[in-house]
């Protein structure tokens, strides 16, 4: 009898318990066109196609998201886009990353860079990373810029060269 109740207690299955832990988004949105006001004045318009919304209310944006920066009569002044983004709730930042590209429609300029900060509370975006700065006459190489958000006004840290093009030299 003592060896048939050690067989059973042996083959039992042992309980674990401890408790499974759900690791993944706290939510998923599909289909984001949103649209940043102040004032009741449109100011940026975010359009991407997932957004992750994490405990922490960090949010990752997997798919590529774009930027629409508008002036005070509405119109359009610049555009962004990037691979993906990340937004850090902690410090109201987003970051975008991967072929970031800016283009100030006005002036006719662009912008290449592999990831850039956007900071909505201050207006203003930044990276640290290589840039590639075309105007209509000149195509400017450099690491660092600091900018107004909707790349009215910039300045880049560091200019690695500069060329000045030839007449005609596409803007994009």
């Known amino acids: 009898m003592l060896l048939f109740t050690i067989t ?20 998923e949105l599909y289909g984001i066109d949103m649209v940043y006001s102040d004032s009741a004045r449109k100011v940026v318009r975010m359009v ?7 405990a922490s209310e960090d949010r990752i944006y997997p798919k590529e998201m774009r930027l629409w920066f508008f002036d005070k009569t509405g ?7 990037g691979d993906s983004a990340h937004f850090y709730r902690q410090k109201n930042t987003y970051k975008l990353i991967g072929h ?12 290449k860079t592999d990831e850039f900060n956007w900071l909505p509370v201050e ?17 400017v190489n450099g690491v660092g810029l600091d900018a107004a958000q909707d790349f009215s006004s910039y300045s ?5 060269n500069s060329v000045v093009a030839v007449e005609g030299m596409p803007t994009n």
């Not at 207006?123 to 195509?139: G, M, P, S, Y």
């Open 48 to 54: 991407t196609e997932t957004q992750l919304t994490l």
């Open 8 to 27: 059973i207690f042996s083959c039992r299955e042992k309980s674990d318990d401890s408790k499974a832990v759900y690791v993944g988004p706290k939510s």
């Open 156 to 160: 880049l840290r560091k200019v690695r």
């Open 75 to 81: 119109k359009v002044t610049s555009e962004v886009r």
């Open 100 to 111: 970031v590209v800016i283009h100030n429609i006005e002036k006719g300029e662009t912008l």
């Open 123 to 139: 207006k203003r975006i930044f990276t640290d990373k290589t840039v590639q700065l075309r105007t209509r006459t000149e195509l």
